[in-house]
């Protein structure tokens, strides 16, 4: 072996593959441990796969090797013939034989490393040596064409509809069948400006990647096309099923591949567990952290099962929280808040890290419960630090991955700063931040005094800052997007007599969000408000009415639950609208029919809300 750049930390060797082409491999981590294969796409080289390398070598002996015509491996002569899918299924064989000659391997595959991973996984050649597939962003060739005979010889307008959008997507495969054009133009401008266009397009970092060689990479490359894609297409393996577990990873923003290309995959990969995440086709490079926590866990799973197999899942205002009221020790589980969104909140939040403000009782909980259904892993946030552990304990029985419960009080923003750094040394930058926390105050403006004020700004807005500011700035510094959820109410469009500290905070925290959304969308990162109207929760029973004695107060407290008890709104329908704003990226969402409509009449009609806002309701 002889040593690569010293900077990563890899051993290079070149292995021998189909027709004596010399394959250029690097090795990450000890060869001992499970090897995972990482195999690059087009026109890329395995420079592709540095950052994902890195994050797993700790836990695996990671491999990486240039396909053939690319980076520094031989080049087939002719080029004609030489980039078939057999003699890509040899050069593989090969790798996989030198790297770990007395077991078989876990592949990971992006692009056309996917494409050619679909193939060894299916081909009875490979059996033995492949423990596991992960494609990302690359369907299998023969899957691909049984996919467009269903839906040409039964047409529907949806599926001549997917037909024809996959269609428009693969505009670069009809141009890279074209004799000489390809060639000229990556030897040309375009081998020079793609490293701008991709940075620019992609969002992706530049940290030396492409590589010098990309010109001559994508040029060669292109027969992979030509030597491939026609007679796959038009003649697809009636037999092509996974002999193995695969993990798909699927990138929702990806402008090079429709996700219906997957709506039959099971059929040919019975092991199969879904994943999605919001980013465009280079994932590598935009989402490696992501990746390598997907990768770690399915391939864990696979290796903890002795290569059997991995299951085909991974999993008006208000929040409580600040001083929260318990909603009882976890003994029941509650019911399912995800519903028919279950599939899909799995594929998408499965081994993600969600944070949750506010999470001992409510909406809180119950967004927590939500994603930890979905497979997350949880961190519930509290002042009420045995009614947090409650809510992590019934996480973790209702499928959260993981889950841990953190006593904080939100106001306190030296308390959430350690929070913060605890968060991040133990668990990592959340995927998804829930700032859910909250109080309610009623009474008239006169009668609320500055301690009255301070105290619901401090919870319902201050909270709400110090977990943006902290969190956000941990979302955009780890470059690979995310999403934040603020917990806002229909008071913020709803003015009232009754709660001018409360709406007037809940207001705040609708425009912060409206304002940090734009600034944090470059980063990939989205900010939603959640505007829920009457929800039956704890918070009624907690919350104050300014200016009235203690008897009066007890009263109004009693009819304030009362009504929210008829109303009977239940805090997992407030969470399932959360897991959906997630997965939308959508920007304000009114909870209930009272929130919708007093967001509709505070755009059409305001007067009409001013009027309302006079009316001295029985609270």
Known sequence: MSRMDGSTGADERFVTGADGVRLCVAEYGDTALPTVVLLHGYPDSKEVWSGVAALLADRFHVVLYDVRGHGRSGVPEPLRGGFTLEKLTEDFLAVAHAVSPDGPVHLVGHDWGSVQGWEFATVPGTTGRLASFTSVSGPSLDHFGHWIKRRVRRPTPRR??????????????????????????????????????????????????????????AAHGAWLYRDN????????????????????????????????????????????????????????????????????????????????????????????GAGGVRAGKPGKLPPSALG?????????????????????????????????????????????????????????????TAASPETVDVSDGAAMEALAARTLDSHGVPDVVVNNAGIGLAGSFLDTTPEDWKQVLDVNLWGVIHGCRLYGRQLVERGEGGHIINTASAAAFLPSRALPAYSTSKAAVLMLSECLRAELAPHGIGVSAICPGLVNTPITAGA?????????????????????????YPPEKVARAVVRAVMRDTAVVPVTAEARGARLLSRLSPGVLRAFARVDPPL
């Not at 693969?170 to 375009?190: F, K, M, N, Q």
């Not at 019975?270 to 391939?299: C, E, G, M, N, Y």
């Not at 903890?304 to 208000?318: L, R």
């Open 160 to 217: 001549a509809a997917q037909v024809l959008g996959q269609g428009v997507k693969s505009w670069y495969v009809y141009a890279l069948h074209t004799p000489v054009l390809p060639e000229l133009a990556w030897r040309g401008v375009l081998g020079k400006q793609w490293p701008r266009l991709l940075a620019r397009v992609e969002k992706l970092p530049s940290d030396g990647y492409p590589t010098a060689s990309l010109p001559q990479d």
């Open 229 to 320: 894609v026609r007679q796959r297409l038009g003649r697809p393996r009636p037999d092509a099923y996974a002999h193995v577990p695969v993990q798909l990873i699927t990138p929702t923003g990806d402008a090079f591949l429709s996700e219906r290309l997957y709506d039959d995959l099971e059929h040919w990969a019975p092991r199969l567990t879904r994943h999605t995440l919001p980013a465009k086709h280079w994932v590598p490079r935009s989402r490696p952290q992501q990746l390598a926590r997907w990768i770690t866990d399915f391939v864990t799973g696979v290796e903890n099962a002795g290569g059997a197999g991995a299951g085909g899942g991974a999993v008006a205002g208000t929040g409580t």
């Open 340 to 400: 028919r969104v279950l599939p899909a909140a799995r594929e998408r939040f499965g081994g993600q890290l969600v944070l949750v403000t506010g999470a001992a009782s409510g909406i809180g909980r119950a967004t927590a419960l939500a994603f930890a259904e979905a497979g997350a892993r949880i961190v519930a946030v509290d002042r009420d630090g045995e009614g947090a552990a409650d809510t992590a304990e019934l996480a973790r029985r209702i499928g959260a």
């Open 544 to 568: 104050r009415h300014a200016g009235v004695s203690d008897e009066e107060q007890a009263r109004r407290r009693e009819r304030s639950a009362r009504l929210y008890q008829l109303r009977n």
